[in-house]
């Protein structure tokens, strides 16, 4: 039977899925500090914060890989929060380095839920690979959405 998707784990897991895709977009952007990279910024960081928020909704505290994932949870919401602050104060060369610690972070948060096949992520995509596809592909492109629509407000920033 494959482990069921609680609207809590399927927040999270959405959550991620758009976090990868945008944050690959900052790091991979050559510009930074315009209108695009604030407001793509703005929306990662909120939903690295709601994903990190969220994760203490499931598991058990006497699960010793759930504690450790609450602490790690605990560090993003901390290091996210510096990292803004950073950016804040102009000290860029911090907020850099929180923000892409982070975004490692995710990136090997992935890596371990794809790697253990009892996990929802691989049982889920063995099991409905087609539908798996598809709502990934729907979740990057929500994520080109909001980097479309940041642009489009660059724009009009400029323009106006």
């Known amino acids: 039977m494959l482990p069921a998707w609680t609207p809590v784990i399927a927040a999270h897991a959405v959550a991620a899925v758009l976090c990868l895709a945008l944050g690959g977009f900052q790091v991979a952007r050559r510009v930074r500090g315009d209108t695009v990279h604030r407001t793509v910024g703005w929306v990662w960081a909120g939903l690295m914060l709601f994903l990190a928020a969220v994760s203490f909704g499931f598991g058990t505290w006497a699960d010793p890989v759930a504690i450790f994932l609450r602490v790690l949870a605990t560090w993003v919401l901390v290091s996210v929060t510096l990292g803004i602050v950073a950016a804040r104060r102009g000290n860029i060369a911090r907020h850099r380095g929180f923000m892409i610690g982070n975004y490692i972070g995710l990136a090997a948060a992935l890596v371990g839920a794809a790697a253990v096949p009892s996990r929802r992520l691989p049982s889920w995509f063995a099991a409905h690979p087609v539908a798996m596809s598809l709502?990934?592909?729907?979740?990057?492109?929500?994520?080109?959405?909001?980097?479309?629509?940041?642009?489009?407000?660059?724009?009009?920033?400029?323009?106006g």
């Open 135 to 159: 709502a990934t592909v729907g979740l990057v492109a929500v994520a080109g959405f909001v980097i479309a629509a940041a642009f489009a407000a660059a724009r009009r920033v400029r323009v």
